[in-house]
């Protein structure tokens, strides 16, 4: 086994590129949905599962793989998620049917949990000066593996079966999954505890009744019965899972870190983000390959289109390093700050709908810009936070979070395209105000993060205790514990020496697990008291 410190470069190469893998399977069957009704004799009802499928199989792999890495080891469960997308790409190479196909699908969706646990990999394993570029790089993977995958997978759609997308996938998923396992060495923190199955349980009915309804409400209807019924179902169910969480012993998500504002603040800034970033791509596509007869479209293939955009990808690759020299200098909320803040300037460059090609295409770059910079910050500041036996676990809810955003995103473009329309010879298509609309929208979704990010508090590093007074606060654990009085002098003298809310930096990887959950329980435990 390689030693990752040793080769560092290689290591963050081998993950990164699983991060592009992972774009690569949100986007693989985008080019081919308007011809699999032809190609597998199917409704294009059933043909939207191939991306439903995957995205509610991936919102509910993330935080499962993200828990259980924390748990078992982040490098075995990288693994698992890479031996999963393997298998269903092999079986989509040789689906027969739809059905097989949307299971295939469904598969690849276990992609998603790769982004958290190659971030966390980073941090317990790469010497301090490569973690902040090696982070960086990988969380903009996502960006990257976007901007680059539409135009391959259309090239290959335009002339070639469709099965060979997935025998392409296949061959890469094994390749990754051979360079994982001879590169990548375990990560050294566990949590250790016990899998809350009741807990993921619960979260899989929440997010797949959320998902179900925000993939799906353009088709069935915002405002029908089925979206609304999926909406309050999905409300319920999450308040029932939060108490049920508060009450384990081992919670799948701990939603008391969670709730601190340095997690949960960011955690919705990364809506907002992936709100602001998807519109980039999905909508400027759109008016890219639009008839010129509109007044706004340029007539392009979607090959055509995808090369336009394709320096948005070089773009952030180049800027993700520089993202990490600038949280390194500054502070990862400053790099967050000015990334929102671009990102809002493109989409307000794009709003204005440039009349011709070069313009969109400084105008996307800007976005991608300032998508990069944003994505590289939003893991350093969830790690700040959070206690390092949790950084999966944290991670793959952000990177839940993200994908949230672009849901949005999705929807609301979906939305406002079917609600203002205009006629072209005979052929109704979104009017150049509905494109407005979805882009001023997402600048304001982009300004707000950049808002909330200026008002997080920041999370101060603790000093760890002395070992006399670690001896001390295990003492007065006990004491709690078998319910004996404590005198109150002794537990100001206890908590005093205990860290704030915010409780880690990377500097305290080393520090034993047990004595970081009890540190957090007799916080929570002291105030009780």
């Not at 995957?54 to 031996?83: E, N, Q, S, Y």
């Not at 993977?141 to 259309?154: D, E, H, N, R, Y």
């Not at 910050?377 to 999966?392: G, H």
């Not at 882009?439 to 006399?468: D, E, K, N, Q």
Request: some cysteine; proline content about 7%.
């Amino acid at each position: 086994m390689a030693t990752p410190a040793s080769r560092p470069a290689l290591v963050v190469a081998v993950l990164a590129t699983c991060g592009l893998v992972v774009s690569l399977m949100q986007t693989l069957v985008v080019p081919l949905l308007p011809q699999f009704p032809r190609l597998l004799d199917a409704s294009p009802a059933t043909v939207a599962w191939l991306v439903t499928a995957t995205l509610v199989a991936g919102a509910v792999c993330a935080p499962v793989l993200g828990r259980l890495g924390d748990m078992f080891g982040k490098r075995r469960m990288l693994l698992v998620a890479i031996g999963l997308v393997t298998v269903g790409s092999a079986l989509g190479a040789a689906a027969p049917d739809i059905g097989t196909l949307i299971v295939a699908r469904a598969l690849q969706g276990a992609s998603l949990g790769v982004v958290p646990l190659g971030i966390s990999i980073m941090r317990d394993l790469l010497p301090p000066g490569r973690v902040g570029s090696g982070i960086a790089l990988m969380s903009t993977s996502l960006g990257i593996g976007g901007a680059v995958g539409l135009p391959i997978t259309g090239l290959v759609a335009q002339h070639a079966s469709w099965r060979w997308l997935f025998v392409g996938a296949t061959a890469l998923g094994a390749l990754l999954f051979t360079l994982v396992a001879r590169v990548v060495s375990e990560s050294p923190e566990r949590s250790g505890g016990h899998f809350d199955l009741p807990g993921a349980f619960g979260l899989a009915v929440a997010l797949v009744a959320l998902l179900l309804a925000i993939s799906k409400g353009g088709e069935w209807g915002w405002g029908g019965p089925r979206v609304l019924g999926l909406l309050a179902f999905s409300a319920v169910a999450f308040l029932l899972w939060g108490r049920l969480e508060l009450r384990a012993r081992s919670p799948l998500v701990d939603l008391r870190v969670t709730a601190r504002p340095a997690v949960l603040w960011t955690n919705v800034a990364s809506i907002l983000i992936g709100f602001g970033m998807f519109a980039g791509f999905l909508v400027t596509t759109q008016i890219l390959q639009a008839p010129v007869a509109a007044g706004y479209g340029f007539g392009l293939s979607l090959v055509a289109a995808g090369l336009v955009l394709l320096p948005n990808g070089g773009a952030m690759a180049v800027f993700s390093p520089l993202s990490a020299r600038l949280s390194a200098r500054f502070s990862a909320r400053t790099t967050l700050v000015v990334g929102a803040t671009v990102l809002a300037l493109g989409n307000v460059g794009l709003a204005l709908l440039p009349p011709s090609i070069p313009l969109v295409m400084v105008a996307s770059g800007v976005t991608a810009v300032g998508a990069a910079l944003a994505y590289s910050a939003l893991p350093l500041l969830i790690m700040a936070a959070v206690p390092p036996t949790e950084t999966a676990a944290a991670n793959s809810l952000n990177t839940l979070m993200r994908m949230l955003g672009t849901s949005s995103c999705s929807a609301v473009a979906a939305a406002v395209a079917t609600g203002l329309t205009t006629v072209v010879a005979g052929q109704t298509l979104p009017a150049a105000a509905a494109y407005t609309t979805v882009f001023l929208a997402a600048a304001g979704a982009s300004l707000v993060a950049a808002v909330i990010a200026v008002l997080t508090p920041r999370c101060a590093a603790p000093t760890a205790p002395a070992p006399g007074r670690q001896r001390m606060i295990r003492q007065l654990l006990v004491a709690w514990a078998q319910r004996r009085p404590v005198p109150s002098q002794s537990l100001a003298s206890a908590s005093a020496v205990l860290p704030p809310r915010c409780t880690t930096s990377p500097s305290q990887r080393t520090s034993p697990d047990s004595a970081l959950r009890a540190r957090r329980n007799f916080t929570d435990r002291s105030r009780l008291v």
